[in-house]
């Protein structure tokens, strides 16, 4: 077999978008996935189904309890899992079909099988069936993301102690639905099956949830959620979960007392860890990092020459938006020009309703860094198009350097927050200021208006609010 | 009514300026005669007075550079009483703001269009900055993604510009002591290129003779009493070497013309630079119609320049149109040098130290008070006999001042 430019292992994100980069630049490239569809945790067991149901139980919440605020009235408002269900799935199958066609077009080689790495510029794949083939290569892409972390003390059952995958496919909503971590991915799925009809208790080992993200709209958020019936432990400690007739019940303590949860089903949602092991990355001496991430330089070079690593299995946070384009800057070092990420300017984003998203620093971050900074708000319930859509959660909040006014983070609560983030993740890649938002005209009515207000806030000459 | 004051026109060589210092700023209220701004030339800094009384409003920046008729203020003569500055924002009508394009937008559209057409586009806030503080976007390193301005930038660039001698100190030394860089002044600048052009230009020549001072000396001695008791001021050198020199242009006229392309143009009138070293360079007022002129009225214009060159008061028109120029390097104590045309001008004469030297007078040696004379010509228009003509009838008429009109 000729050889390779380049071979990708995964094809999440990271590694199917690195493979139609390469293919655009005319690299001969291979892509190699363990699992029969592409696409990796993302489309498959992540951010797209995820957000298939989100929207769905959503739309469920409006028609159930906002629609009549807008004179719509509906009786009777049902929901037919199975059929919600069956529309995620296509959804997913619509997104990964298309990823392999965009193979095609760009003339990638996809094997189905688990890759090795047996030496530099060798990848074995193992398929499915049992069969082994080596390909050879000049450059290696290790794309492998991550996979969720385990308990010790509540290991994974795949029916009552779940990770995200199953959590995203149960048949009917839990009466009880325990979730263990209140980040981004627990607060997703427990968002989820509260609307479904759960009754969803968090249990958050630090005084916060969403960590990472504004402490202010985080705690905001919580507020909300709350609101929407979500009950939240935070400080709480969990050190146990018995299984006792397909029922869990975990033991925590908070503040000193012992507390005792019941759930039918428990999300184990602590984080995620870089799924380095098995491509044998360390067989060859590929380093990896003390959190058993591989590690790479500004380059994406590993230690070994010719062996490059992105996404969630190198350091950074594990964000489908950041190994893409990670996967694309190695790709156009590969091929000899040049490529780079700007770590300041990748959003995270929560999509519960409202929608926590947030860039760049956050207030404390910048205050714990030492940096003089000036903050600008604005709430939505004064912004017109919020008004109008009878959705006033949240606000928009700016972190700007204090000298230079350039935007140091964004941090925006809302219903549409992940879109109105966009903005701002422009202007912070191009140094702006908040000044240079401020003086951007803005259409009227929308929500990004409010933007502009922070924005403006950070002068102290927001034009629908007092200025404090 | 809002009058504008432009910048005038201030000699037939210059077409700009920078406004060096503002004297009064935005909201002052103004009274006729005071003086608004310092406007620095290539020739000279000359002070520009408010013409009626009103609110000024600046419209250019300390540093800039204005070209002859640009509007750089504005005086509102509506507001009568002198009261508390008024904010400048509030001060300018729309009506006036469209009759009056402010001169920093039309520099910045013209500053701009040297770029690439990627760099004209400013960010909001850049764009803002860039205005209000007149800064040339070309001039500010850009930090920003592909080397665009961000507006960190524009503020450090308006922070440099406000510690200007700061951070011209601190560029001069970079980590040793052994070269201190600085910007020239225009002025310095302009005097640099005028040289170098009058070099290029001119085919320049010197031809060398000596003076006896002791007649001049004596002379001198024996009216300065009445003359200083009479006048006022005392009788100096100056005046006998320009008498001189006016006979001596009379005697050999070719000297007292110039060049123009493929004419000779003579001037038959006698103005007379006389170039005086001041704090800010080399600069040349001209002492009219010398040939007219008594002891007395030449000695009152030398005095009358030194004291405004001093104070940074002359006038363009004090600078200009000059037919020939003198220049005194002996009051440094030079003892003999080249001077360097005037262009157009086509001669200049240079006096230097006098010196007790052995000379032979009749055979005998004495020792006289003697000066060297330099006469730097064009030898284009002059030939070197008329230039030496030239030396020697100054020469007589200072050993022989009797020669001299001498109406003191």
Same mark, same amino acid.
């Given at each position: ?19 139609? !980069? ?52 509906? @009786? ?12 995620? @799935? ?44 080596? +390909? #050879? ?19 994974? @059952? ?55 993200? #504004? ?27 018995? +299984? ?28 995620? !860890? ?59 070092? +590969? ?28 207030? #404390? ?41 350039? +935007? ?52 102290? !000459? ?7 | ?28 209220? *103004? ?214 020199? *006016? ?162």
């Amino acid at each position: 077999m000729e050889k390779f430019d380049v071979v990708i292992i995964g094809s999440g994100p990271g590694g199917y978008i690195a493979a139609i !980069r390469a293919g655009q630049l005319g690299l001969k490239t291979a892509l190699v996935e363990k699992d029969k569809e592409l696409g990796g945790t993302c489309l498959n067991v992540g951010c797209i189904p995820s957000k298939a149901l989100l929207t769905s139980s959503d739309h469920f919440m409006f028609a159930k309890k906002e629609a009549v605020k807008h004179g719509i009235v509906i @009786d009777g408002v049902n929901v037919d899992l199975g059929r919600m269900q069956q529309r995620k @799935d296509k959804v997913v199958k619509t997104f990964t079909g298309g990823v392999r066609a965009l193979m095609k077009t760009n003339k990638v080689t996809t094997f189905e099988g688990f890759g090795t790495i047996t030496a530099p510029g060798k990848v074995s794949i193992k398929s499915s069936k049992g069969d082994t083939q080596e +390909i #050879d290569t000049k450059n290696i892409v290790i794309a492998t993301g991550s996979a969720p972390v385990e308990l010790p003390f509540a290991k994974f @059952d795949g029916k009552t102690i779940v990770s995200s995958t199953e959590a995203l496919t149960f048949t009917e909503a839990p009466k009880k639905f325990l979730v263990i971590g209140a980040g981004a991915i627990g607060l997703e799925l427990g968002s989820v099956w509260n609307r479904l009809g759960s009754e969803v208790t968090m249990l958050e080992f630090l005084p916060r949830i969403a960590v990472g993200f #504004d402490l202010e709209l985080s705690n905001l958020l919580q507020r909300s959620l709350t609101a929407q019936g979500i009950t939240f432990h935070l400080e709480t400690k969990v050190s146990a979960v018995k +299984i006792d007739n397909s029922h869990a019940t975990a033991t925590a303590t908070k503040g000193g007392e012992e507390m005792k949860f019941a759930a039918d089903k428990v999300l184990v949602s602590v984080g995620r !860890r870089p799924f380095s092991e098995g491509v044998c990355a360390e067989k060859i001496g590929v380093e990896l990092d003390e959190k058993r991430r591989i590690r790479v330089d500004k380059h994406f070079r590993t230690n070994i020459e010719g062996i490059y690593a992105i996404g969630d299995v190198i350091a950074g946070p594990m964000l489908a938006h950041k190994a893409e384009d990670e996967g694309i800057a190695c790709i156009e070092i +590969i091929a000899g020009k040049s490529g780079h990420v700007n770590y300041d300017a990748i959003a995270g984003i929560i999509y519960t309703n409202p929608e926590l998203a947030g860039v760049g620093l956050t207030e #404390d971050q910048a205050k714990e860094k030492g940096m003089d900074v000036r903050i600008g708000k604005f709430p939505f319930r004064a912004n017109s198009r919020a008004l109008c859509n009878e959705d006033l959660d949240g606000m928009v909040k700016f972190v700007a350097d204090a000298k230079t006014d350039r +935007i140091l983070g964004a941090h925006i609560l809302q219903h549409a927050a992940s879109e109105l983030i966009a903005e701002a993740v422009s202007v912070i890649e191009f140094g702006g200021s908040s000044e240079d938002i401020g003086r951007t005209c803005h259409s009227h009515p929308t929500l990004s208006e409010a933007v502009r207000e922070a924005a403006l806030n950070v002068e102290k !000459r927001a034009l629908h609010i007092l200025n404090r | 009514m809002s009058i504008e004051v432009k910048i005038p026109a201030v000699g037939e060589s210059i077409s700009s300026g920078v406004v060096s210092v503002w004297h009064k700023k935005s909201g002052d209220f *103004v009274n006729p005669g005071d003086a608004l701004f310092t406007l620095e030339t290539d020739k000279v800094s000359t002070e520009i007075v408010a013409e009626n009384a009103g609110v000024l409003e600046t419209k250019a920046a300390e540093g800039q550079e204005v070209k002859i008729g640009e509007i750089v203020a504005i005086i509102d003569d509506s507001k009568i009483a002198p009261q508390k500055a008024v904010p400048a924002e509030k001060k300018a009508t729309p009506e006036n703001k469209k009759k009056v394009p402010a001169p920093q937008e039309t520099k910045s559209v013209a500053g701009a269009k040297q770029k690439s057409t990627e760099a004209e586009v400013l960010s909001p806030a850049v764009r803002r900055i860039i205005e209000e503080e007149h800064l040339e976007p070309a001039k500010i390193s850009g930090t920003g993604r592909d080397g665009r301005l961000t507006k960190g930038d524009a503020l450090a660039s308006v922070e440099s510009k406000e510690n200007k001698e700061d951070r011209k100190d601190r560029q001069a030394q970079p980590g040793n002591d052994r070269f201190t860089r600085k910007k020239m002044s225009p002025l310095r600048r302009k005097i640099a290129a005028q040289l170098v052009m009058a070099q290029q230009t001119a085919a320049i020549l010197t031809t060398f003779n000596e003076c006896d001072m002791s007649a001049v000396q004596a002379l001198r001695a024996k009216v300065q009493d009445g003359f200083t008791k009479k006048n006022g001021l005392k009788l100096g050198f100056m005046s006998f070497f320009i008498k001189a020199t *006016v006979e001596a242009l009379k005697a050999v006229p070719v000297v007292n013309g110039r060049i123009e392309e493929e004419d000779f143009i003579q001037n038959n009138f006698y103005d007379i630079g006389v170039a005086v070293g001041t704090e800010r360079g080399l600069i040349v007022p001209i002492v009219r119609d010398a040939d007219k002129k008594s002891f007395v009225e030449l000695e009152l214009d030398i005095a009358g320049y030194a004291v405004k060159a001093r104070e940074g008061k002359l006038k363009i028109e004090d600078l200009q149109g000059g037919t020939f120029t003198i220049s005194n390097g002996g009051v440094y104590g030079s003892l003999l040098s080249t001077p360097i045309l005037n262009p157009p001008q086509s001669g200049i004469l240079g006096m230097h130290k006098i010196m007790a030297r052995p000379v032979a007078i009749d055979g005998k040696l004495e020792v006289r008070p003697m000066m060297y004379l330099a006469l730097s010509y064009d030898h284009r228009a002059v030939d070197g006999k008329d230039a030496v003509t030239f030396l020697v009838k100054v020469k007589e008429c200072i050993e022989d001042p009797k020669k001299l009109p001498l109406d003191f």
